[in-house]
């Protein structure tokens, strides 16, 4: 199989991507509507569940063998791969939740961060909103910088930039284990998007690329471990987390972010970048 049809769609493949991924946006919506003191994992999860069937899709995510559950919830130092469930949100906790739908056999797949409030901790709440602000930023400079980019290095490349220009003088560590990925029939696929520099180019962007982008980022060293229930990962340090993702398509006429309803350009209008329809 060529370098092409493995990891690059048609102009109708991309269209058939769309759908599935507002139906992610609009699960994370609703996890991100509820995100309170004491709400449980499981409630967000349910939240998301219900959107995601009302539309006519699946989750994703448990079509991923060993895994039952809509969404993935990390909370404080677990980084990705949460699992929801009785663990009750508390004042200050930064939570990720990640989501993805399958919708006539087309994935989205999409993450956010959220802070919890907690005036008895302002500086607790104020280091893990800046985590979270830089982690966010970072994902749109990746998100930009496929607008012009060669190869696909240069995705990588742009979030390590930015984080290390808007991280505090500690600095913040960027998981090497955890990356993006290439996304369509299949939540993931082929091409891996690191969130860091590295020596390899990468293939080329050009029309039909479609990408899972999803900087993983931690308030101190980037070591992790798998927790007992075999999904969660968390810091081996105990530092914050925060995870942001996007499904973006590479097109004829720019680029376009499949689980954003505006396409990325809220998102988008800081690094000067209009995204365009697909076709």
């Given at each position: 199989?060529?370098?092409?049809?493995?990891?690059?769609?048609?102009?109708?493949?991309?269209?058939?991507?769309?759908?599935?991924?507002?139906?992610?946006?609009?699960?994370l919506?609703?996890?991100?509507?509820?995100?309170?003191?004491?709400v449980?994992?499981?409630?967000?999860?349910?939240?998301?569940?219900?959107?995601?069937?009302?539309?006519?899709?699946?989750?994703?995510?448990?079509?991923?063998?060993?895994?039952?559950?809509?969404?993935?919830?990390?909370?404080?130092?677990?980084?990705?791969?949460?699992?929801?469930?009785?663990?009750?949100?508390?004042?200050?906790?930064?939570?990720?939740?990640?989501?993805?739908?399958?919708?006539?056999?087309?994935?989205?797949?999409?993450?956010?961060?959220?802070?919890?409030?907690?005036?008895?901790?302002p500086?607790?709440?104020?280091?893990?909103?800046?985590?979270?602000?830089?982690?966010?930023?970072?994902?749109?400079?990746?998100?930009?910088?496929?607008?012009?980019a060669?190869?696909?290095?240069?995705?990588?490349?742009?979030?390590?930039?930015?984080?290390?220009?808007?991280?505090?003088?500690?600095?913040?560590?960027?998981?090497?284990?955890?990356?993006?990925?290439?996304?369509?029939?299949?939540?993931?696929?082929?091409?891996?998007?690191?969130?860091?520099?590295?020596p390899?180019?990468g293939?080329?962007?050009?029309?039909?690329?479609?990408?899972?982008?999803?900087?993983?980022?931690?308030?101190?060293?980037?070591?992790?471990?798998?927790?007992?229930?075999?999904?969660?990962?968390?810091?081996?340090?105990?530092?914050?987390?925060s995870?942001?993702?996007?499904?973006?398509?590479?097109?004829?006429?720019?680029?376009?972010?499949l689980?954003?309803?505006?396409?990325?350009?809220?998102?988008?209008?800081?690094?000067?970048?209009?995204?365009?329809?697909?076709?």
């Amino acid at each position: 199989m060529s370098l092409r049809r493995s990891i690059y769609k048609t102009p109708a493949q991309l269209r058939a991507m769309v759908e599935p991924g507002l139906i992610t946006a609009a699960a994370l919506d609703a996890a991100r509507a509820l995100i309170a003191p004491g709400v449980t994992t499981a409630e967000l999860d349910a939240a998301a569940s219900a959107v995601i069937t009302a539309r006519g899709a699946k989750s994703n995510f448990q079509m991923v063998r060993g895994y039952r559950h809509t969404i993935c919830a990390s909370v404080n130092e677990q980084v990705v791969h949460g699992i929801p469930g009785r663990r009750v949100l508390e004042p200050g906790d930064i939570v990720s939740i990640d989501a993805g739908a399958e919708y006539k056999g087309w994935n989205g797949d999409s993450a956010f961060t959220s802070v919890l409030a907690d005036a008895s901790r302002p500086d607790v709440v104020a280091e893990r909103q800046r985590l979270s602000d830089v982690t966010e930023g970072s994902l749109w400079a990746g998100i930009a910088a496929l607008a012009t980019a060669s190869h696909l290095g240069e995705i990588g490349a742009a979030v390590q930039g930015h984080i290390e220009a808007n991280a505090p003088a500690t600095g913040y560590g960027i998981l090497r284990e955890y990356v993006g990925h290439g996304i369509g029939r299949k939540m993931h696929e082929a091409p891996s998007v690191f969130n860091y520099r590295v020596p390899d180019r990468g293939p080329e962007v050009r029309p039909g690329l479609v990408l899972a982008i999803e900087p993983m980022v931690v308030t101190g060293d980037q070591a992790t471990f798998i927790e007992d229930d075999d999904w969660t990962v968390s810091t081996l340090d105990g530092g914050a987390g925060s995870h942001w993702e996007h499904s973006v398509a590479v097109h004829e006429d720019g680029i376009w972010v499949l689980t954003a309803p505006d396409g990325g350009a809220a998102g988008l209008a800081a690094f000067g970048v209009t995204p365009r329809e697909i076709p």
